[in-house]
Every structure is written in C-alpha cells, then in structure tokens.
C-alpha cells in the first residue's frame, strides 16, 4: 500500500510540475511575442525612443493596452473590435493630455429663453453623413491640442458640403494660427468662437492651400484671405 501510494504521489508531483513548466513555457512565448509585436509597431509608426528606460515604460504601457484590446475581442460582448493603433503606447491620461484641447467655461452661459426653432421637427433614428458625402477623409490633429479646431472645421465642412453639394476640406491650421483672439492654439479653444471668426472672417482656406502643421504659428494672411467656403450663422443644439 505505501508503495502504490509513493508512486500516486510522485505521478501527481510530476504531473504538477510538467503544467509548472507547461505555463512558465507559455508566459514565455507570450513574452517573445509581445516583444515581437511591439518592435514591428515601432516600425510602423516610426516611434522610437530616447534611452531603454523610456523603452521600457512605454513596452508596459503598449503590453497593457494590448492585453486590454484582446480581453474585450475575445469577450464579444462589444459591437466592434479594437485594434492597435498610433497611440498604443500612451496612457488613458497621456491620451487625453495631447489630444483633447477642448476648453471648458469657467462660467456656462444662461440658457436662452427662446426654444430651439426646430423642436417640432420629425428626425430620424440616426443619421451618418458619411454616406451622403458630407464628411471628408480621416484627419489627425498630432500632438496638438486644437480639437477644437477640427470640430469646428468639420461642421464646416458637412454644412458646405449639404448646402452647396461640393465637399471641400478646409484648413484647420488657419484657425490655429489666426483665431487668436478667444482661441489659444494648440492650448485649447472652443468651437463656437471658431465659428464666431468664420463668420468674421467670411470664411476659410482649403486644407490644400493654408496646410496642418500641428504647431502654433503665425497667421499666414495672404493663405487666410483666400476663401474656400464661409458661413453666415451658426447654433448650439440642445441634447
């Protein structure tokens, strides 16, 4: 009997340590390939890094921010998939530090006493103006923080675009530089005083002509005066 139940104990013993070594083989791997995958992301996006410190804390951002976008495919609870793209080495806050340069009032304006003029309106249940061709092809603002300035050029864009039937990409840079007077830049801004120098300034450039540069600058006047598309009012819609 003591000797049957040495050899359970060393078949189990054994058994623990082939799935030790099973899993310790696997983690592995899964180093290696993760590696792998974060070099061949530096490659594509052009990233690289000043010293292998930095290297380091950027591969476990990258390593987290991977193993996050498998979880929640994998789960399929989620009507879309993520993919890796050109920020996956930055944090959540890092992210929305360069990115979002919406400028939030200190002190929110009176709500109007007159209601919206189009509350009677019968909308649909959704709407995508990318299939009627109002929307221009995707744009990236960089390291600038001047979102504002995309939101409101895009509206612009959309509002021509349903007017006119021309869609034209307009200059978001002629903002950044020459809105200078509520707007700060690249340091953030609204939209509605965006919109408020369109009007002004009786419209914008194209992207073509006064191009992204994702920098303050100075105002290019003799680009600023040369008009692709204007408006003539704008308004907010309430949620």
């Known amino acids: 009997m003591a000797l ?3 050899w359970k104990f060393a078949f189990a013993a054994l058994l623990v340590l082939v799935m ?12 290696v390939s993760i590696v792998k995958k974060h070099e061949q992301w530096m490659v594509r996006f052009g990233r690289v890094y000043k010293d292998d410190k930095e290297k380091a804390k950027r591969f476990k951002i990258f390593k987290d921010n991977t193993e996050y976008i498998d979880s929640v495919n ?12 050109e920020f996956a080495d930055l944090t959540n806050e890092e992210f929305r530090a360069t990115r979002n340069g919406y400028r939030m009032l200190s002190q929110k ?7 919206f003029k189009y509350e009677n309106v019968t909308v649909p249940a959704t709407m995508d103006w990318r299939k009627k061709g109002a929307v221009t092809a995707i744009k990236d603002q960089g390291q600038c923080g001047c979102c504002w300035a995309f939101s409101a050029v895009a509206a612009t864009e ?19 530089d020459c809105d200078t007077s509520s707007d700060m830049g690249c340091e ?5 005083d965006a ?13 073509s002509n006064y191009p992204y540069q994702g920098t303050d600058s100075t105002c290019k006047t003799g680009k600023e005066s040369s008009h692709a598309a204007k408006i003539t009012s704008y308004e907010d819609v309430p949620a």
Do not use: C, W
């Open 4 to 6: 049957a139940f040495n």
């Open 20 to 31: 030790q070594a099973s899993q310790a083989t696997s983690r592995d791997l899964y180093e």
């Open 74 to 85: 994998m789960a399929g609870i989620k009507p879309y998939k993520l993919d890796i793209n």
């Open 109 to 115: 304006k009176s709500p109007e006493i007159t209601s």
């Open 158 to 176: 959309g509002i021509n675009k349903i007017k006119t039937g021309t869609l034209i990409s307009l200059s978001e840079q002629e903002l950044v």
């Open 188 to 192: 953030g801004g609204l939209m509605d």
């Open 195 to 207: 919109f408020k120098f369109i009007i002004k300034n009786h419209g914008l450039t194209t992207e």
